[in-house]
């Protein structure tokens, strides 16, 4: 009997390390185990319901930074401890942040379609679009991968504010109220965490305060943008634009996204590089050898 378990796919060179290191069969089915860790990603998560079936679970490894997907507090209650893979793919979702944000400003894939389909070769001419540098970039969320964004912006001769739980004590400007940091940004980068406590986070409010100028980039979670307050301000005009990587329904986006050239919109591709994945997939393989042998995780949540 192995004292690891899979819930849900996993990247075949983590399966494989699994299997071959632990003998770690996949959880189907309405089947039951009697391991003690599972390892698991945010594409599936490990929900009170899966927890029942694993009866001496007592710790998650989870593929990912965002662990939303996992009932942590039921996991808290039943004093199962949970990992996720933090740090390693910080760069990686910059890079992206920061490429949204010059894509959506400057029309970039917008400007590609426009070459391609003929209309530059027969005469005609793109529209001139917002300067990046410059301009007020409002940072939702200022944990190690917002720093990482606040800091690329701010080479790029970006002005930074930043929305947070708590007053980081950095540089740049910090805005308590949500709303003040929308009306004071000319792109508002969403970069916070998951789950319940954002959901709609950046409601119909918070868009009419971004303002018919500015742009919003979505590189947190699907659920903390109110998408169909999303829609209906940019059918209004109410922003100029959107950069979307999440989406609440993955991989399902809004059909009415789906033609709208003033939003660049990304398959949920942020973390993926080769060396942030290896990275991701070995943290969670260290979090499982240190359990084994220590009962402690790498990596534990909060």
């Excluded at 992206?96 to 010059?102: C, K, S």
């Excluded at 964004?149 to 739980?165: K, V």
Aim: overall charge negative; glycine content about 10%.
């Amino acid at each position: 009997m192995s004292r690891v378990v899979r819930v849900g796919p996993l990247m075949p060179y983590l399966e494989e390390a699994l299997v071959r290191d632990h003998g770690a069969p996949l959880l189907a089915g309405s089947g039951t185990s009697d391991a003690e860790i599972a390892v698991t990603s945010y594409g599936t998560g490990v929900t009170a319901e899966t927890m029942d079936r694993l009866p001496r679970l007592k710790a998650i490894a989870s593929f990912g930074v965002g662990y939303d997907t996992t009932d942590v507090a039921e996991a808290a209650r039943r004093g199962i401890s949970v990992a996720n893979t933090p740090h390693v793919l910080d760069d990686a979702v910059a890079e992206v942040a920061v490429g949204l944000v010059i894509d959506v400003m400057r029309g970039l894939s917008e400007s590609d379609r426009f070459v391609r389909r003929g209309a530059w070769a027969a005469g005609e001419r793109f529209r001139l679009t917002r300067q990046v540098s410059g301009a007020r970039a409002g940072i939702v969320g200022l944990g190690r991968i917002g720093t990482a964004i606040a800091r690329r912006l701010a080479a790029l001769d970006m002005q930074i504010g930043y929305y947070s739980r708590t007053d980081k004590g950095v540089e740049w400007p910090f805005h308590p109220d949500l709303l003040t940091l929308a009306k004071a940004s000319d792109v508002l980068v969403v970069v916070t965490a998951g789950g319940p406590e954002t959901a709609g986070l950046i409601s119909a409010q918070v868009l009419e305060a971004l303002g018919p100028d500015s742009f919003l980039v979505n590189v947190a979670r699907g659920s903390v943008v109110d998408e169909d307050a999303l829609v209906a301000a940019l059918e209004a005009g109410a922003i100029a634009g959107a950069g979307l990587d999440v989406y609440a329904d993955e991989p399902h986006v809004p059909p009415a996204l789906l033609g709208r050239d003033d939003v660049v919109l990304l398959p949920h591709l942020a973390s993926g590089t080769t060396q942030t994945r290896q990275a991701m997939a070995d943290l969670v393989l260290a979090n499982v050898a240190c359990w084994l042998e220590t009962g402690e995780l790498v990596t534990p949540v909060d």
